[in-house]
């Protein structure tokens, strides 16, 4: 798939919470996330030259969404939907909601093209295309621990990126809280407790296995003593100043550098 293609599969666009988006607290009601979802949903299509060919004629087969944060009466988000797979005549499609960039909302679903009939029929030719993963945004979660000018680090034993030196963590479960599916994470690789503390930052990355959202959260280990387990290799404190001589993760210096963490001075969001 070239660029051009892999752009067209993607759409972004500006928007804040109403009133009428909100519940009695002020805070965004889940439906409106989905009509945020849908607004987006229709960009794309109409990007892709598609929209016509395609509206209210998709039945949801699946639909979810993850709150991450909460948003509140006219804050201003950024919305963006991205076709992420398809097959004969079903498509799925993924949503990130954030907020001066930082993820607050995800979402995905799965829907089927169907005619007048009601029965399931061929996609666009302009949808149809193999190799664009699983349909879903799987969350997962890292921890920055820096203790006395060294950085906790775990050497990967399973793919993706076997081999090489990342932060600890991993998926968060379904029905599970970020900071709950951290501090498991830590405890199975390292055998460290660890207190979960401010979002440091946020990646994502196409993989095997599909979309991932990737949360690092600054973290305070409650001891020193690590053990590498479940899928670590190796696991140790390593100093900042040789955390780059590593072989890292793709991705993982520039984060690193851009939030201060090998300065010694890390940067959380909000």
């Known amino acids: 798939m ?17 009133w ?11 439906t409106a996330a989905f009509r945020l979802f849908e607004r987006a949903e229709v960009g794309l299509f109409r990007q892709m030259g598609v929209l016509h060919e395609l509206y209210g004629l998709i039945p949801r087969a699946s639909a979810q969404a993850t709150f991450l944060r909460p948003l509140c009466f006219d804050d201003e988000v950024e919305v963006e939907a991205r076709l992420s797979r398809t097959g004969r005549s079903s498509l799925a499609l993924t949503y990130l909601i954030t907020k001066d960039g930082v993820p607050h909302v995800t979402g995905s679903v799965v829907a089927v093209l169907v005619g007048e009939d009601g029965k399931p029929r061929p996609l666009p030719p302009a949808l149809r295309e193999e190799g664009l993963g699983t349909g879903k945004i799987q969350l997962a979660v890292g921890a920055v621990a820096v203790r006395r000018g060294r950085l906790l680090m775990v050497r990967r034993g399973r793919e993706p990126g076997k081999g090489l030196w990342s932060l600890p963590g991993g998926r968060v479960r379904p029905w599970e809280a970020p900071e709950a599916a951290l501090r498991r994470e830590v405890l199975e690789e ?18 095997d296995g599909g979309a991932f959202l990737i949360l690092d959260y600054e973290v305070m280990a409650l001891g020193e003593r690590v053990t590498a387990g479940d ?14 001589s590593l072989n890292l993760t793709p991705g993982l210096p520039e984060f690193l550098r851009t939030h201060g963490v090998l300065s010694g001075r890390p940067h959380a969001l909000g």
């Open 20 to 30: 009428v988006d909100t519940d009695a607290s002020g805070r965004i009601h889940y």
């Open 231 to 244: 899928d670590a290799d190796e696991v140790a404190w390593i100093p900042l100043e040789e955390v780059e």
């Open 2 to 18: 070239g660029k051009e293609a892999a752009r067209s599969r993607v759409f972004r666009e500006r928007a804040r919470v109403g």
């Open 190 to 207: 390292c055998g460290v407790d660890v207190e979960v503390g401010s979002l440091l930052g946020w990646s994502s990355r196409e993989g």
